[in-house]
């Protein structure tokens, strides 16, 4: 599984929205990442990639992340 970072600006305003990425390489999913800012780049919020990296338990907050930093 995959994750990609994106990162949306708006004039002046900038921020980051992340999305899980099917794809079975990471070479997959970066190519369906730049797609996808292609895609979404019609309007006035403009979409760049930031990164993609592969994940186990994207956007997850559990048990198993608390641990991890001391909790």
């Known amino acids: 599984m995959f994750m990609a970072e994106f990162k949306l600006r708006y004039g002046d305003m900038k921020w980051y929205v992340r999305?899980?990425?099917e794809a079975s390489s990471i070479e997959e999913a970066e190519e369906k990442a730049?797609?996808?800012t292609e895609?979404?780049?019609r309007g006035d919020v403009?979409?760049?990639l930031s990164y993609v990296i592969e994940v186990e338990?994207?956007?997850i907050i559990?048990?198993?992340e608390l641990k991890k930093l001391g909790a």
Do not use: Q
Request: proline content about 6%; aromatic content about 12%.
């Open 19 to 21: 999305r899980i990425v």
């Open 34 to 36: 730049k797609r996808y």
């Open 39 to 41: 895609l979404m780049n």
């Open 46 to 48: 403009r979409w760049e």
């Open 57 to 59: 338990r994207p956007l």
């Open 62 to 64: 559990g048990d198993e």
